[in-house]
């Protein structure tokens, strides 16, 4: 289990001061710096895609990357270098489906989600067999992060951040009305192509850390919970992000402290801060 | 006077399939077209063919040369845009802006003053700052139709409207009705307006297109009155029941607004 991995690691470490050490050990650190960056991105781009109803391609997006992860270590190729390419391949195909192809975009999600399971679990199991790091593929480890991953992380994450920056009104105009937005002649396809290309990178980034099955849930939980109040586009985006950041800060300290998986501690304080927010809707509607 | 808009035997395809055809006629500025006729007629299709986003099959389509595409302003049909969507009014109308800004990715301040202007001609100035979602229908119809308005920088010359009185009450229809006609005949808008409910529209309009898959008619109101095709529309629009267009008038008379 990369949970007992992590367990082990973490007993090293005494308890609260984990968090003071953060500077001292090179694993924490760049799981903070990696982990940040994804919330962000992630976050930014989950509310377009809660929105658009495309929520759940961020999670087949994980599978595709656990499978070509699981392809790339059984050969011994670079796991970016694969995952980036499939994963971003996978999200057009995803997305050209969802847009009114034969197979409905959820089916096509399940369909692309399972064949991507299975396909690694089939070369795992035929080479290397199941082992701690295909366990921390699909539940994430901050352990398997070099410093080439927080490298590669940063640059990608910036990239996303600009574009999303230099998109982020004509990503409004089709999230809202994309009938509107051909009609006045945006070239609505290009940005779609646009924002699969981002999910697909913030998926493949995040991944190894949060888990192939987890790290869909930093695309969607930020964006729903600051929806339950927010009541304008910028607003929920920004606030997203903060809460982004804030959920990952308590639950990598979680994490750090009791020596629990990051990814799943930072989903938890997520589901916590949606709970609350959702609570907090209901109290103020009622009053 | 030339025309705006000229339809040669045009048609239109959806897909492999002919969607409407034999479409032959102009439409002068300021120009007031109703278009009507059963679900699957080609009325959409014909909107998208006008919107630039469909070539005809056959035929022409061709525009005065005065008319630019961004003085083509578009009120799609209505979106339900989900119940939480978190958009403030003035984010929505600002998006109308975006088609004709090329690549500059952020608003200028002319943007937002067209924006804001667009949203006092339709009356909803005071709404800048409210959640889109927590309008009323007739209330969100100005505000989509704003952000049509916000597209055009020296004013719009063509407004296209896809069923703009759908899920409205009778008050918001006749507020709406009353906004489409000021913006006809004080802004010198040509409007093509895409209804069902032809009783209330042919009482503004001065042209109307019945589609069957193809042109069945073409002219004034009351010539479209005067044929035993036109009175049978009206008739069958109505099924007998004036509670189904919204107004409590009797189709010899003009609607109580």
Not at chain 1, 226 to 248: E, P
Not at chain 2, 20 to 27: A, I, K, M, N, T
């Amino acid at each position: 289990m990369p949970s007992a991995a992590f367990r082990t690691n973490m007993m090293k470490v005494p308890m609260f001061e984990a968090l003071f050490d953060i500077f001292s050990y090179g694993f924490l650190l760049r799981g903070l710096i990696v982990g940040l960056m994804v919330s962000i991105c992630a976050a930014l781009l989950g509310v377009t895609l809660v929105l658009k109803r495309f929520a759940m391609i961020g999670d087949g997006l994980g599978h595709v990357g656990f499978g070509t992860l699981a392809v790339a270590t059984a050969f011994g190729w670079a796991p970016l270098a694969v995952s980036l390419p499939v994963t971003l391949l996978a999200a057009f195909f995803l997305l050209r489906l969802s847009e009114g192809g034969r197979i409905k975009g959820d089916a096509a999600i399940a369909l692309v989600s399972a064949s991507s399971l299975a396909i690694g679990i089939f070369v795992v199991s035929a080479t290397t067999g199941m082992n701690t790091e295909v366990d921390s593929f699909l539940f994430g480890s901050i352990l398997t992060l070099t410093n080439l991953d927080v490298v590669m992380s940063v640059s990608l994450c910036l990239v996303v951040l600009v574009l999303f920056i230099l998109f982020y009104n004509r990503i409004f105009a089709m999230t809202f009305d994309e009938n509107f937005a051909k009609a006045t002649g945006m070239p609505t396809g290009l940005y779609n192509t646009v924002l699969a290309a981002l999910v697909a990178i913030t998926i493949v980034v995040g991944m190894r850390m949060m888990g192939a099955l987890l790290i869909s849930s930093l695309i969607i939980f930020p964006a729903l919970s600051v929806m339950q109040l927010g009541k304008s586009y910028l607003t929920v985006t920004i606030w997203s992000a903060v809460i982004a950041v804030l959920s990952f800060l308590l639950g990598y300290s979680l994490a750090l402290i009791f020596g629990t998986p990051a990814g799943a501690s930072v989903v938890i304080i997520n589901l916590a801060t949606f709970i609350l927010l959702y609570l907090t809707r209901r109290v103020l509607h009622k009053s | 006077m030339n025309a705006l808009l000229t339809l040669e035997s045009a048609s239109f395809t959806y897909g492999d399939k002919t969607a409407v055809e034999g479409l032959d006629f102009s439409l002068m500025p300021q120009d007031y077209l109703c278009v009507v006729g059963d679900n699957g007629s080609g009325k959409s299709t014909l909107l998208s063919g006008i919107l630039r986003l469909k070539q005809p099959h056959t035929g022409r389509l061709s525009y005065n040369e005065t008319l630019h595409r961004n003085q083509i302003g578009y009120l799609p049909q209505q979106h339900h845009v989900q119940g939480n969507f978190p958009a403030s009014v003035l984010e929505v109308v600002l998006s109308g802006r975006l088609g004709h800004k090329g690549p500059a990715p952020f608003y200028t301040k002319h943007d937002r003053a067209l924006a804001r202007e667009a949203l006092t001609l339709v009356g909803a100035g005071d709404l800048e700052q409210e959640w889109f979602g927590g309008l009323s229908g007739g209330q969100s119809q100005r505000v989509l139709i704003a952000r049509a308005l916000a597209t055009a920088p020296d004013g719009l010359k063509l407004l296209i409207l896809d069923e703009p009185m759908n899920g409205l009450d009778p008050h918001a229809r006749t507020l709406l009705y009353e906004l489409i006609r000021f913006l006809n005949t004080e802004r010198g808008i040509t409007v093509i307006m895409v209804t069902h409910d032809v009783n209330t529209a042919m009482h503004f309009c001065n042209r109307i297109l019945l589609l069957a898959t193809r042109q069945v008619f073409f002219g004034a109101p009351d010539e479209f009155e005067s044929t035993e095709l036109g009175r049978e529309f009206i008739r069958d629009a109505c099924g007998g029941n004036c509670a189904i267009c919204g107004f409590s008038h009797k189709h010899d008379e003009g609607p109580h607004v």
